[in-house]
């Protein structure tokens, strides 16, 4: 089945650092993928999605493009502070439009 | 204006008992899920619904029970709580696009113990 595996369990960072966390997927065709993020005590929120081979999503200084190829999504951020210490979460939409399905997640935490 | 409720955001249940997480959105979507959250797994998803009167097996639907009474609610029912089921409980609502390629947004969250 779909599947989505992010690499990185814990990354620890100062502030300014450049962050990348991985995601790789595996499904046919050309689905959805999404970066999430996760604040202490909230609910996931959505941060942006690429649906395209190539595509770029971008949201609050964070990136990812859509490599077909590479079967990648992987997350960047050229500057973390603190106030981005969180987990991620990468995920692939159902290609039959069910659900999302969700990767480990990544928790981050960036030191002053 | 939080757009997905949930409730209780806590509770502690004995093995056996029987527990109700509720969930409301008012974000007028048709599609609303379950998922359970636990160190090493991510989100997983449980039960999902289409609209009201549907309901479907997600990938752990076992000892899960769900219902959606209508296009606003939808409840998670543990009929016989066990203590593998403590975890924390994630509502979402979204809308399924052409290709599956549909954002969800999630409530804060339950937290269920059961000792």
């Known amino acids: 089945g779909d599947s989505v595996t992010q690499t990185e369990g814990q990354v620890a960072l100062s502030e300014e650092d450049f962050l990348t966390i991985h995601c790789n997927y595996s499904?046919?065709?050309?689905?959805?993928l999404f970066w999430y993020v996760q604040y202490p005590g909230e609910g996931p929120q959505f941060l942006f999605r690429a649906s395209r081979d190539k595509e770029k999503g971008s949201s609050r200084g964070f990136e990812a493009t859509y490599d077909k190829g590479t079967t990648s999504f992987h997350l960047r951020k050229a500057s973390v502070q603190e106030s981005d210490s969180a987990v991620y979460y990468c995920a692939l939409g159902d290609q039959g439009g069910r659900a999302l399905i969700f990767g480990t997640g990544t928790t981050v935490s960036v030191s002053p | 204006e939080a757009a997905v409720t949930q409730s209780p955001r806590n509770k502690v249940a004995v093995t056996g008992g029987k527990v109700t997480l509720s969930c409301n959105q008012t974000n007028n979507h048709n599609n609303m899920y379950w998922y359970r959250q636990d160190t090493g797994h991510g989100l997983r998803l449980i039960h999902y619904s289409y609209g009201a009167g549907s309901t479907e097996k997600g990938d752990i639907p076992d000892g899960y029970k769900a219902s959606r009474p209508s296009q606003e609610n939808f409840s998670l029912i543990l009929e016989l709580a066990t203590p593998s089921q403590t975890s924390v409980y994630f509502c979402?609502?979204?809308?399924?696009?052409?290709?599956?390629?549909?954002?969800?947004?999630f409530g804060p969250g339950t937290r269920l113990t059961v000792l």
């Open positions: 499904a046919s065709g050309y689905p959805a």
């Open positions: 979402a609502s979204g809308d399924a696009y052409w290709g599956g390629a549909h954002e969800q947004y």
